[in-house]
């Protein structure tokens, strides 16, 4: 038999990654955040959906899927679920009503009657597919998804990250350093697959060594702190704030969390098995000082010396349209920016010409203004790393900016490996 994989977003891009797999199963049915914002090339009415993982770009359109007549189960790992309405909600919130909001209030309303979660390795069956979870070390309950057909096996990878080897990062191997992020643990599982369909977000950046971004970040934060100046953390709600909030626990750095990463933290403190370490994270939690008031007491926190970890993370929104303004004109502030900003965004006009527009007006910025990687994504290396052990199987290259050349590559390498386009249907048998 032969598996269909029909790819409706995410081929050749980062952002609404969506894929039918013969015709039943979908997987994935993101968002690409743009003014305006895109969806998948059309809205299948699958027999059920699978859903690799929480973030916007993944699960940012499901709610449309239960428009119509069709209630297609969604099966997610539980932190999956519950971060997939929580972007939903803020969708609704922020563009309800409009083009930029396909889904409707009783449209996620009914996400909560077709849910279906399950853990990492317990199988299940899925549009007459049997279906199984794997820790991704992207997020927490982030998942590679296998699919298996009766005859052939699917592996798609989702968003991923992997540890590195602590003997080769350079990490000095003292108690602070870390090999991969400090909330999830990397990838281990490499389930046999037929076809590996792979994410390539950075599959042309050597990340700096995980150890390393940490130390710099700190020494720096630590440096501001004590010549009395506010540190403003821009950070993504999911993940990123998280990953900070255990960094400055374990350096006993003073910090506020702001924004809807309070929100995150609280719904993932349900979830202990889903965190790399549920000791660390309850106490970094307790480290934190949780923002929970308006404005004036905003105004209050930045004459502290402390850290503030907010949204957003390319300063496009959020409580760090409060901060920014207060501590900009004073060089001994800081603004750390902890990931990737999307060109045309206010946080990479800000690193790129020192002044960005906050809230509508355009603030030149005294403060001094840094970049940090602590990306959650696997690197050249971790792909190729991850790859080398499905040298057998048909690699398919999908989310990031560059999948045609790195295919390429592959195939240079010796791979079986190509990077399909949008709309395109690639058919593929198993071997045996
Ligand atoms: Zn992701």
Redesign the pocket.
Known sequence: MVMDIRFLGGAREVGRSAILVNDALLLDFGMLTANPPQFPLETPDPEAVVVS?G?L??VGTIPTLLSGDGRPPIHWTPPTAELAQTLARDTLKLHGGSYNCPFTEPDLKRVTQVSETHGYREPFEAAGHEITFYNAG??PG?AHVLVDDGDTRLLYTG?FHIDADVDSSGSNGHASSVAGQRLVSGTTARPDADIVLCESTYSDVDHEPRATVEERFVESVETTLWDGGTVVVPAFAIGRTQELMLVCAAHDIPCYVDGMGTQVTEMLRQYPDYVRDAEAFRRAISHARFVTGRDGQRKRIVDQKAAIITTSGMLSGGPAMTYIPEIRRNPANKITMTGYQVEGTPGRDLLETGSAEIDGRVMPVSAQVEQYDFS?HADRDGILEFLASYRDSSVLINHGDRCEAFAEELRGDGFDASAPELGDVVSVEAST
Do not use: E, Q, T, Y
């Open positions: 993982h973030h770009d993944h992207h997020i982030s968003d959650a």
